[in-house]
């Protein structure tokens, strides 16, 4: 089977916390685990053959979680296609203008249904004693999300992540409006990440900021990627925070 059809399964049983192993491609033995913990393809023999059974375990983790994947059955066509983009958050960036009618309320449970794990150290960066090896999001950013980290993972070594601050924890959700003003804060939806605030002040441009170095070129490449927007990238500003949605 195709390789970025694996990542997809993987990712999908990653968020039933079935699967803990790497989103990297390979049918290995913690995949072929978490597959035989879905109900939906124990017992079932008609689904023959490995890839068969994998590609019915992420119909089924998609049908649990509100998408429709068509039947059950192995076969990855255009309608498990659909059910997987739509799950993954497919059609970034969306506009801060409709972020009611697309996100819902702010504050509501699916901003906070959403799980990232994190593949490096990660601390927060008020309490460098408090570790986190995962976060909460918006339900439909979070595939995206997950997405970036570990693509991030796989760019930077561990010093260079630690040097680029990437490993303080700035948040995430946070039921607040902007700072000095009145709307809400792309943080009151949980679709947005702070990195590293003491060394990216709201108010510093790239002169100061050090996520504006030219190190950091391919983190902010990865998010780009992925549709979220940098205000650093931008306008120069806040250059700790990334978002799921357009300016």
């Known amino acids: ?15 039933e916390a079935r699967y803990t192993g790497a989103i990297d491609g390979i049918t290995g033995a913690r995949t ?10 124990r017992n079932r023999p008609d689904l023959i053959g490995v890839d068969r059974q994998l590609v019915a375990a992420g119909q089924a983790v998609l049908a649990s979680l509100g998408h429709d994947p ?20 497919a059609g970034l ?25 994190v593949p490096w150290r990660m601390v927060l960066a008020w309490d460098t004693a408090e570790v986190i090896t995962s976060f909460s999001c918006h339900e439909l950013v979070a595939p995206s ?17 630690e040097d680029l601050g990437l490993h303080l924890f700035g948040g995430c ?16 939806y949980g679709i947005a990440i702070d990195f590293d605030p003491a060394r990216n ?5 790239k002169d100061r900021a050090r996520l504006a170095h030219r190190d950091a070129v391919p983190f902010w490449d990865v998010w780009a990627a992925e ?18 949605v357009g300016l």
């Open 70 to 89: 068509g039947p059950v059955d192995g076969h990855w066509g255009p309608q498990t296609d659909a059910a997987y983009l739509a799950w993954s958050g």
């Open 1 to 15: 089977m195709y390789s970025d059809r694996v990542k997809r399964v993987q990712r999908l049983l990653r968020v």
């Open 201 to 205: 002040r709201l108010n510093w441009g």
């Open 173 to 188: 959700f946070n039921h607040r409006t902007k700072r000095g003003g009145t709307s809400l804060s792309t943080h009151a």
């Open 32 to 41: 072929l685990s978490a597959v035989a913990c879905v109900p939906e393809v």
């Open 145 to 161: 999300a997950q997405r970036a980290f570990d693509r991030i993972a796989a760019i930077y070594a561990t010093s260079q992540i």
């Open 93 to 117: 960036p969306w506009r801060q203008a409709d972020m009611a009618s697309r996100f819902g309320p702010a504050g509501s449970a699916r901003c906070t249904a959403g799980r990232v794990t």
């Open 227 to 244: 549709g979220w927007t940098s205000l650093g990238r931008a306008r120069d500003f806040d250059w700790m925070h990334v978002q799921a």
